[in-house]
Each structure stands twice: as C-alpha cells, then as structure tokens.
C-alpha cells in the first residue's frame, strides 16, 4: 500500500512532464487535432521502474461536446525488456557502442 502512496504520484508527475520528451526515440504522433465534439484522447508511455519492471502509463482525455469531460491516467507494471548494445554516432559524426534500455513498442487497434 505504501509503494502506490509514495511512489505512483511520483510516476504520474514524471510521465506527464515526460509527454514531449523524444530524446529516447521517435514519436509518431499522427493527429494535429482532436475532434472535442466525441473523442477518446490516448497517451501511452512506459517508465524505466527498476532492474526488473518498467510502469506503463495510459493517460486518457474524454471529449464530448467541446468539453473535456474527464481525464485519468492507468498503470500498470511490466517486466522490463533488458538492455542491449547498441550503435550509435555522437555529434561529432564518430561511432560508438552503448549499452541501452530495451523500450516496449506501442501497437493500437482502434475499433
């Protein structure tokens, strides 16, 4: 009980500063706008935990009418993906090996 008390406002504080952080790679976000007259608005990220768990956060705005009608976000603790070596060139053109966190990829089928 003390771990959601202590630290699930914790999560929900970082994954809501974190929403336009593309320094962990690229985000596709389609939309330029959401019809605020009936939409379901959908956030996903997940948060590096610990050596065992990521925490994936599902941050929803509901529209109706032009209104924001409620807003929530859901966690929801995974296992974490591990790490693994990967390549990459610095910003001097140089190439370099670093050991990088695995990321789950995001799939959403919209009914």
């Keep these: 009980m003390k771990f959601y008390k202590v630290v699930v406002p914790i999560m929900a ?6 929403c336009s952080d593309t320094s962990t790679g690229p985000v596709q976000d ?6 605020k007259e009936g939409a379901v608005e959908l ?3 997940t948060i590096h ?3 065992a768990r990521d ?3 599902a941050h929803y705005k509901i529209w109706a009418k032009g209104n924001l009608i409620k807003e929530f976000t859901k966690y929801d603790t ?3 993906l591990g790490k693994s070596m990967t390549e990459y060139a610095d910003e001097n053109g140089d ?6 966190d695995l ?3 995001f799939y959403v089928t919209v009914k």
């Design 55 to 57: 925490v994936m956060a």
């Design 95 to 100: 190439t370099k090996v670093a050991d990088m």
């Design 103 to 105: 990321d789950y990829e």
């Design 13 to 18: 504080a970082l994954a809501l500063s974190a």
């Design 49 to 51: 935990l610990d050596n």
């Design 30 to 35: 389609l939309a330029q706008a959401v019809d």
């Design 43 to 45: 956030s996903l990220q």
């Design 78 to 80: 995974l296992p974490r």
